[in-house]
């Protein structure tokens, strides 16, 4: 195992379940039943952040008219919640997570999502017992792209950032861990995959398809 990196630290939506295909989906849905298209170009800017992109008020723009926000919030909310509970842990997830537990690695989870939305997906799948530390946009000023999460977590992980992993899905996430000073693993979803990355350190079709001492392999590989 690499001696230069001691933690890994996950991205949340789109990276351990696919929350992110879900919510577009909806509002997809939604934009076409008033005759409109809700677009990757618009879309792409609400990934792995919070506030970068806003379907309400782009929808009242493109039909010239405005719509119930509060209605519509609530029935996002609540089809989110009801698509997501059947999603499954995204492949290899759970045997990296282990396999990196069995390495010593301390883990943390940096989602720019709130806790309580978080806390319950992890509880579900029975993930809590591999993370010594969960950041949310509940604990920071500024979510990703700028570094405050990442560098939370390395705080709460008692570890350098320079000593940290990042796991994720969209460019957002990346630029995040890059102004971070860690590595990153870049692991596109289908949301995502068409996206240009900045620059990660390594990318996978799938956490399924390397093994986590692989990886540290591979990364490693990076300082030399």
């Given at each position: 195992?690499?001696?230069?990196?001691?933690?890994?630290?996950?991205d949340?939506?789109?990276?351990?379940?696919?929350?992110?295909?879900p919510?577009?989906?909806?509002?997809?849905?939604i934009?076409?039943r008033h005759?409109?298209?809700?677009?990757?170009?618009?879309?792409?800017?609400?990934l792995?952040?919070?506030?970068g992109?806003?379907?309400f008020?782009?929808l009242?723009?493109?039909?010239a008219?405005t719509?119930?926000r509060?209605?519509l919030?609530?029935?996002?909310?609540?089809e989110?919640?009801r698509?997501?509970?059947?999603?499954?842990?995204?492949?290899?997830?759970?045997?990296?997570l282990?396999?990196?537990r069995a390495?010593?690695?301390r883990?943390?989870?940096a989602?720019?999502?709130p806790?309580?939305?978080?806390q319950?997906?992890?509880?579900?799948h029975d993930?809590i017992?591999f993370?010594?530390?969960?950041?949310?946009?509940?604990?920071?000023?500024r979510?990703k792209?700028?570094?405050d999460?990442?560098?939370l977590?390395?705080?709460r992980?008692?570890?350098?950032?320079a000593?940290?992993?990042?796991?994720?899905?969209?460019?957002?996430?990346?630029?995040?861990?890059h102004?971070?000073g860690m590595?990153?693993?870049?692991?596109?979803?289908?949301?995502?995959?068409?996206?240009?990355m900045?620059?990660?350190?390594?990318?996978l079709?799938?956490?399924?398809?390397?093994?986590?001492?692989?990886i540290?392999?591979?990364?490693?590989?990076?300082?030399?």
């Amino acid at each position: 195992m690499p001696l230069s990196i001691s933690s890994v630290i996950f991205d949340f939506d789109g990276l351990i379940i696919d929350s992110e295909t879900p919510l577009f989906d909806i509002w997809a849905s939604i934009y076409a039943r008033h005759g409109a298209t809700l677009a990757m170009d618009h879309w792409q800017h609400a990934l792995g952040t919070q506030g970068g992109f806003d379907p309400f008020e782009h929808l009242s723009t493109t039909l010239a008219k405005t719509v119930d926000r509060e209605t519509l919030a609530a029935f996002v909310r609540d089809e989110h919640w009801r698509l997501c509970g059947d999603q499954p842990l995204l492949p290899g997830v759970r045997e990296r997570l282990g396999e990196a537990r069995a390495l010593s690695l301390r883990l943390a989870v940096a989602s720019s999502s709130p806790s309580a939305w978080v806390q319950p997906w992890l509880e579900r799948h029975d993930l809590i017992p591999f993370f010594d530390a969960v950041c949310t946009r509940d604990d920071v000023e500024r979510v990703k792209p700028a570094p405050d999460l990442f560098l939370l977590a390395a705080e709460r992980l008692r570890v350098e950032p320079a000593a940290c992993v990042v796991f994720e899905d969209s460019p957002n996430g990346l630029h995040a861990a890059h102004a971070a000073g860690m590595k990153s693993v870049a692991i596109p979803n289908g949301l995502t995959r068409g996206l240009p990355m900045p620059a990660p350190h390594l990318v996978l079709d799938s956490m399924a398809d390397m093994t986590m001492a692989d990886i540290l392999a591979r990364l490693d590989q990076v300082d030399r």
